[in-house]
């Protein structure tokens, strides 16, 4: 399913004659496919991320931008496309109205196989491969990379930073947090096979220093891989590298070695 998503979504953008930041033509994307779209500011749903309805064959998509980030704006955009064309069965009924309602909880976790599918069709739209590798070349996986990648294509950082590690041939985890609390944990394909039992950030680490003190990093620094992972090798340096958004509580934290 995978390959078909990737194929979807570069078919979507060859047959618009896309070649620049997809996410500036999203809404052209939408009109070819008769799509209605409509964004409002909803502060008494503020976990409401979008909503694609369906009414016979008519669609509209609603796109809540309360949380004024333009990335994520753009990512749930993307994504209610994406269960458009892959022509996702609806899942969400209501007042004779069906369709998919898309919480910030189902985008972010992907707890359900549909959701996780759109996902990647958005990222596979808004940040296509061909353009991200070269961007790569020569660069290591750090906030620099993420924030000037991220700042081009109009995404976030969250949702750029889980595509870099899709490319990224170093061992990498990244692992995100809300306060103490881990939230997600994403391995760059040559980590996958590392275990990680991880409910809080570990303490005496650099990142429960940088969450605790809201101090953000300033670069890598060498840790102890007992405290990140289950199994280590002695071989093995590992370092590590914490930002975070104190002001809302989250924070995302670099391994790699």
């Known amino acids: 399913m995978a390959g078909s998503i990737a194929a979807k979504a570069k078919w979507v953008l060859g047959t618009m004659g896309i070649k620049d930041t997809?996410?500036?033509?999203?809404?052209?994307?939408?009109?070819?496919?008769?799509?209605?779209?409509?964004?409002a500011?909803?502060?008494?749903?503020?976990?409401?991320?979008?909503?694609?309805?369906?009414?016979?064959?008519?669609?509209?998509?609603?796109?809540?931008?309360?949380?004024?980030?333009?990335g994520r704006i753009h990512f749930t955009f993307a994504h209610e496309l994406g269960h458009?064309?892959?022509?996702?069965?609806?899942?969400?009924?209501?007042d004779g109205q069906t369709g998919f309602r898309c919480t910030k909880e189902d985008i972010n976790h992907?707890?359900?196989?549909?959701?996780?599918?759109?996902?990647?069709?958005a990222a596979e739209l808004l940040m296509p491969e061909n353009q991200i590798r070269p961007m790569m070349f020569g660069s290591i996986l750090d906030y620099t990379l993420i924030s000037n990648?991220?700042?081009?294509?109009?995404?976030?950082?969250?949702?750029?930073?889980?595509?870099?590690?899709?490319?990224?041939?170093?061992?990498?985890?990244?692992v995100r947090s809300e306060g103490l609390a881990v939230k997600e944990i994403r391995f760059s394909p040559a980590a996958r096979g590392n275990k990680m039992k991880l409910k809080k950030?570990?303490?005496?680490?650099?990142?429960?220093?940088?969450?605790?003190?809201?101090?953000?990093?300033?670069g890598f620094v060498e840790c102890?891989?007992?405290?990140?992972?289950?199994?280590?090798n002695p071989a093995i340096k590992l370092y590590e590298w914490t930002r975070g958004d104190f002001e809302h509580g989250v924070a995302m934290t670099i391994l790699r070695w």
């Open 22 to 39: 997809p996410a500036l033509y999203l809404d052209e994307i939408a009109a070819s496919q008769n799509i209605r779209v409509g964004r």
């Open 41 to 70: 500011d909803l502060p008494d749903d503020p976990d409401l991320s979008g909503i694609l309805l369906f009414r016979g064959s008519k669609r509209a998509i609603l796109i809540n931008t309360f949380s004024n980030n333009l």
């Open 84 to 94: 458009h064309f892959l022509q996702h069965t609806p899942d969400y009924i209501q």
């Open 110 to 121: 992907e707890y359900k196989p549909q959701e996780r599918e759109a996902n990647q069709f």
């Open 149 to 174: 990648i991220a700042r081009q294509f109009m995404v976030s950082k969250h949702a750029c930073c889980n595509r870099l590690l899709e490319f990224t041939r170093d061992p990498y985890v990244v």
């Open 201 to 218: 950030v570990p303490y005496g680490t650099a990142a429960y220093e940088a969450i605790v003190k809201k101090k953000n990093q300033n």
């Open 224 to 232: 102890d891989p007992a405290k990140w992972f289950v199994r280590t």
